[in-house]
DNA sequence: CCACGGATGAAACTTACTTTCACGAGGCGT
DNA sequence: ACGCCTCGTGAAAGTAAGTTTCATCCGTGG
């Protein structure tokens, strides 16, 4: 497969935690029995020896170091010194009963509501906590320049995709977004050197995605990954990879979590192209905000 | 066999730090050796090994120890872990948040995503704050026994309402978006008691959209809007109405904040909805992400 | 001058951490 | 289907860290 230069940074600067848990799916399964301890109660692993971890887990020690190298970390007792940092710095969650991020049964609307404003907001504030202002400069850099930009993505991505593609569109940068792989793939084809291709997809596996990215960079455009798992198959194929920072509650109930702050991260981007041009971009949002005034009724309230 | 018996201590209040440095005095000349290099960098003594830090301190791991008993901990580790613990804690975020919410000309990268992270995260915060779970009860309950429903949005809002819709799909209930305005006037009039429409507008002034919903209303659905100004003209064809409370800033127009806190609101309603019957939405969503299974591709990789 | 007690570090010892290795499961190509 | 090969795994060996023990040193007071 293609060479992964990525600039994906190895730092994990928005919080060890986080940091494990987007790798959690690229962990092994003793491993990911390790890291879903470590992070439901980071104090408590804190103050255990690797002896009692490894016992917790139901894995040997090896596994446990394995997981501290995994997670990048030198060894244990590095891990255990982070692990005590980080739960230090956490501010208490407001509601005990609203943290775990998974809603009881027997919830009413309000602690729905509580629960998922807190999962949210929190998923929007940690993305942008680890995001990597340098790979974002790169990022905005090839799209301002960009002769052209092709958008992909799949599912709940799809949306995440199409919205940034308006975006782009309304400050006047050539942008696509396609909601079908086949159209898709015909696109990348003809994508050069010059042009740039951003991927989208949450879990970072998803097939059509990846495969449309991969031709693209075979054909030379500058290739941008956003997911939450920075060790997913589609960073392979990315010469930038940009992560979400979600820690999806319950199941798959629709990255709930996670789209909010695949939007976070394509709003900086978008803020970033703009602000490269501020009165270029100014006169182009203008210019398309008053073309649809005429399906505004009542235009004397606030901003039209 | 019988721990030194130390005096309790077991709270060091206003700190480890201080209460080291309280009892600096009282310590044995090497221990007070130890205790010196504590106090000035305590995140760089927990990084150090037993052995590193009696070199350090000129003297021999023994007296580490003896000092470690001396202001409270069992051993070496304990105080290595709160040692860290503190120093995380005391490392306040100095970084004069960006308010206010407009960009500055001349800002970064970096300014910038946290400005974005922050508006955001607030939007969605302050959404769910005014969100009245009454109102939203009886939107969930009308969904949830709806026979159909349908959904209107334009432009940025039309992203939402397709995520809405595409999630209440996903439970197995009978959800339809339109982009279009005559198909969806079209779906509208074929709307009765019973059934539920539901308009999402930012400013609550898309003509399109109130049409559509007055449409639905007339036909006797019950109507929803969702809108971040609670007196825009499409409260007023609206059975119910929930409202966003994103201050959208100046120019990054394209309803940045809003959209999220539009997604969030969309959320506390889909898992209203799918809490309603906890195994059956379960049953589909499972069914939906095996689905999309083939399409995915092998999660478990580790590093390259 | 010697007995005594606290402070101290060397070394023995224990526990924790790390590495190595062999086995077994599952995937892949033939 | 077969065997090869890779990968995940834990047992056990090996190393380093932490802890205890104990002899020594040193100052003090008898």
Redesign the pocket.
């Known amino acids: 497969m293609a060479k992964s230069p990525k600039i994906s940074a190895s730092h994990e600067p928005g919080g060890l935690i986080v940091h494990i848990s987007g790798l959690l799916p690229s962990l ?4 990911q029995r390790v890291a879903r301890l470590v992070v439901a109660d980071p104090a408590a692993a804190a103050r255990r ?3 009692d971890l490894a016992t917790a887990a ?6 446990v ?2 997981f ?1 190298r995994s997670v990048g970390m ?4 590095q891990l ?1 010194i982070r692990l005590a940092a980080e739960a230090a710095r956490r501010v208490e969650p407001p509601d005990a009963r609203v943290v775990g991020g998974d809603i009881p049964p027997g919830a009413d609307l309000a602690q729905i509501i509580a629960t998922i404003a807190f999962n949210d907001a929190r998923a929007v504030e940690e993305t942008a906590e680890q995001l990597d202002p340098a790979v974002c400069e790169q990022v905005v850099e090839a799209i301002a320049s960009a002769g052209r930009i092709d958008i992909y993505g799949a599912g709940a991505s799809g949306f995440v995709a199409s919205d940034f593609q308006q975006k782009l569109h309304r400050i006047g940068r050539i942008a696509f977004y396609f909601p079908d792989v086949h159209t898709a793939l015909t696109s990348a084809a003809l994508l050069g050197r010059g042009d740039v291709a951003i991927g989208i997809s949450h879990t970072g596996t998803t097939s059509d995605v990846i495969e449309v990215l991969e031709q693209a960079r075979t054909r030379g455009a500058v290739t941008v990954a956003l997911t939450n798992f920075p060790r997913s198959p589609i960073t392979e194929v990315a010469d930038f990879v940009l992560t979400t920072a979600a820690r999806e509650t319950t199941y798959r109930s629709g990255a709930t979590a996670s789209r909010l702050a695949q939007l976070t991260v394509v709003d900086c981007l978008f803020v970033g192209v703009a602000a490269r041009n501020r009165s270029r971009a100014r006169k182009a949002l203008e210019a398309t905000a008053e073309a649809v005034l005429s399906h505004r009724v009542g235009a004397n309230r606030r901003r039209g």
């Open positions: 092994s399964p003793a491993e020896t690797i002896t139901e894995t040997s020690e090896a596994t170091i394995r501290c030198d060894g244990y007792p255990r």
